[in-house]
């Protein structure tokens, strides 16, 4: 089982004949992505060439989609022309956008957020890796070759922390691994991954990664202790950040102990999360709930 992206996911790229979007692409397919197509509106009618497989370009998304039946789309198209990407997506009922460009204006994304939402249509990002159903779909950016198929899911702010913690515990393995992003508006939470995720017969435990600013993991925190039945071991990166520094994403604003990596840490750990101190230790406390969660004996 798996959340949001599975191999029956039909992925649409808009930006594939892009710099990004060309190197991308061909990652995903090497993972097993089912890449349908991309959307360049100056290209409509060509086909892309990766390795085996013609990849034919739409001007539209909804072309895209009535053309192939796509129900994801991964954003790779520069800042300036994101929102109406993702608009235009929305427009065409597009089930799940997974917008990896960064540097997209605040306000940008409040509007394509907010509007995607009323329109049906689940953002993951941006400034975001984009998720990964190891094994079945990739779409984004995230390496596929760190990782195998198990039973944690991971949610995290952090690209760089998402492959260290898939990396820390591949010999255990993913449903999924989710990439929110680290900006002060993002499309999907950390508590839409916790629902989906306890949803999920075959996640047995969550992962969850956070960082300093905002309120986010507090009130992730709040939610695990009110409706989550699965172990959840954090990671909040920052601890060692000075005083006074911006530092980081975008949504990494503290002040005073709002947003601090301990007041995160302390939330979390009042509802009954095991916080590691370092990605390392993190793992090693999956691990352990793992081992104690075996019948005896086995």
Request: aromatic fraction near 4%.
């Amino acid at each position: 089982m798996a959340i949001y992206l599975t191999k029956e996911s039909k992925v649409l790229v808009q930006g594939m004949t892009g710099g990004g979007g060309m190197k991308h692409t061909r990652r995903m397919l090497a993972a097993g992505t089912d890449v349908v197509g991309g959307v360049n509106p100056r290209k409509a009618g060509r086909t892309v060439d990766f390795d085996d497989r013609a990849v034919p370009v739409y001007g539209t998304v909804a072309e895209g989609m009535a053309a192939t039946g796509a129900d994801v789309t991964v954003v790779f198209v520069p800042p300036a022309f994101a929102r109406s990407a993702v608009l235009e997506a929305a427009d065409a009922g597009i089930g799940l956008a997974v917008v990896i460009t960064e540097g997209i204006p605040v306000h940008d994304s409040v509007a394509f957020t907010s509007y995607a939402t009323r329109n049906g249509t689940r953002v993951i990002g941006p400034n975001c890796p984009g998720l990964i159903t190891p094994g079945q779909s990739d779409a984004g950016i995230i390496p596929a070759d760190i990782t195998k198929p198990g039973p944690l899911g991971l949610v995290s702010k952090s690209g760089t922390l998402t492959y260290q913690l898939m990396y820390e515990l591949r010999d255990i393995g993913f449903s999924t691994c989710v990439g929110i992003g680290g900006d002060p508006v993002v499309g999907t939470s950390h508590i839409d991954c916790l629902a989906a995720f306890q949803e999920d017969p075959d996640t047995e435990l969550v992962v969850l990664i956070g960082e300093i600013g905002g309120d986010a993991e507090e009130r992730a925190a709040a939610y695990v202790r009110d409706h989550v039945t699965k172990p959840v071991v954090g990671y909040i990166a920052g601890f060692t950040a000075p005083e006074g520094r911006t530092m980081g994403h975008a949504g990494a604003i503290v002040s005073g102990s709002a947003g601090t990596a301990r007041a995160k840490r302390e939330a979390l750990e009042a509802a009954g999360v095991r916080v590691g101190s370092t990605p390392t230790e993190t793992a090693r406390l999956v691990l352990e709930l793992l081992d104690a969660r075996q019948p005896e004996g086995s």
